[in-house]
């Protein structure tokens, strides 16, 4: 049973524009969200990340973006660049150590 | 200077054949996780240790044991691998009073 789902496998933007990737999740006791970047043959590394009690977060060029009453996240990347190119997992935070992830979205941009 | 590190990088081996695969993070965290990529891309969790105390067990078949002789290492011994046990398996560290897990390179396994 997939709480966390990524409905989107992959995505592709021209460089300069905004990269929206979605995540959405069924389990109204996740309390912590955060976004992974993966490149091939690599492992995942932390991007960003949100609590539940907000609804915005940005860092740099990334803003993380939750709505709670629709169990929805996203991430924006504003302006996209060709190394942004990677697989995105979102995944949430149950209990302090239980991690739910998503199946990735892979976004290419094109440059 | 590698943060999360495991050997091998591959693991090629035939069914029924018994393999470790090794995690050591030198970070200082006191959580490890192991976690299985299928061929779906579902990153999905196996293990957790805290301390050396296994704190979560997801359900993976008994021929998984996961071994922690310190808290910095987290071993994987998988015992009659079968096909269906092809996958990448990811360790993750984390310290306990933060959020942000890293993960190590993956170790790609093929059962034949």
Redesign the interface.
Known sequence: DQQVKQNSPSLSVQEGRISILNCDYTNSMFDYFLWYKKYPAEGPTFLISISSIKDKNEDGRFTVFLNKSAKHLSLHIVPSQPGDSAVYFCAALYTGNQFYFGTGTSLTVIP | DTA?SQTPKYLVTQMGNDKSIKCEQNLGHD?M?W?KQDS??????MF?Y?NKEL??NETVPNRFSPKSPDKAHLNLHINSLELGDSAVY?C?SKSLGL????????TRLTVL
Do not use: D, M
């Not at chain 2, 959020?99 to 993956?106: H, L, N, S, V």
């Open positions: 999360v959580t996780y976690y779906k891309k579902f990153l999905k969790i957790s805290n704190i979560i990811f993750a959020r942000e897990q890293f993960f190590g390179p993956g």
